[in-house]
T-cell receptor, first 110, second 116 residues
Framework: EDQVTQSPEALRLQEGESSSLNCSYT??????LFWYRQDPGKGPEFLFT???AGEEKEKERLKATLTKKESFLHITAPKPEDSATYLC???????????FGKGTKLTVNP | ETGVTQSPTHLIKTRGQQVTLRCSSQ?????VSWYQQALGQGPQFIFQ???????GRGNFPPRFSGLQFPNYSSELNVNALELDDSALYLC???????????????FGPGTRLLVL
């Protein structure tokens, strides 16, 4: 069974304090690892898709990386507006569904 | 480009009632997926519709059913509501899968359902 584990469950940072969120996964035949950002009471907002080990993608202060067992979302010099829950999801080949982790709740204090 | 929209935004029902939630997919997308997100959890896949046919289903009972219309909009119907059905219901649309790459799913704002 496909599994996604995200850590830590919650992370509190000071503005400008860089850190990383982890997403460990077990899936047979990975055909995409997805990162989403979710604000309270809202739908997930797409950030990145990674397809193969060694791949990296960047967007503003965020950088996502992928290995064969895990993905990291690196946040450089975060701002309070980066506060949100970050969700990781995987999809296996031939499957329609995304399997999500429980998310990491990030709080950035000014 | 119009994003994914859902209605209603909030809904309160009592146990045993039936509910219908609606979703309009993003322009150019013909695949719709539905997810249930309980508080503090990640979204759980309910089912997906492609060309008006169910194209995969998660571990949800038959009282969860759906429809997709020719304009690619979709409905989620839940019969005999239970207290545990209280959750945020998310709709996501995507383009059809092309080869080995999996098309990204774009989510709507969700419908918050409370069952009393």
């Amino acid at each position: 069974e496909d599994q996604v584990t995200q850590s830590p469950e919650a992370l509190r940072l000071q503005e400008g304090e860089s850190s990383s969120l982890n997403c460990s996964y077990t899936v047979s035949g990975l055909r995409g690892l997805f990162w989403y950002r979710q604000d309270p009471g809202k739908g997930p907002e797409f950030l990145f898709t990674l397809y193969s080990a060694g791949e990296e993608k960047e967007k503003e202060r965020l950088k996502a990386t992928l290995t064969k067992k895990e993905s990291f979302l690196h946040i450089t010099a975060p701002k309070p507006e980066d506060s949100a829950t970050y969700l990781c999801a995987v999809r296996r080949g031939g499957s329609e569904k995304l399997v999500f982790g429980k998310g990491t709740k990030l709080t950035v204090n000014p | 480009e119009t994003g994914v929209t859902q209605s209603p935004t909030h809904l309160i029902k009592t146990r045993g009632q039936q509910v219908t939630l609606r979703c309009s997919s993003q322009s150019g997308h013909n695949t719709v997926s539905w997810y249930q997100q309980a508080l503090g959890q990640g979204p759980q896949f309910i089912f997906q519709y492609y060309r008006e046919e169910e194209n995969g289903r998660g571990n949800f009972p038959p009282r969860f059913s759906g429809l997709q219309f020719p304009n690619y909009s979709s409905e989620l119907n839940v019969n005999a509501l239970e207290l545990d059905d209280s959750a945020l219901y998310l709709c996501a649309s995507s383009k059809p899968t092309s080869g080995a790459l999996q098309e990204t799913q774009y989510f709507g704002p969700g419908t918050r359902l409370l069952v009393l």
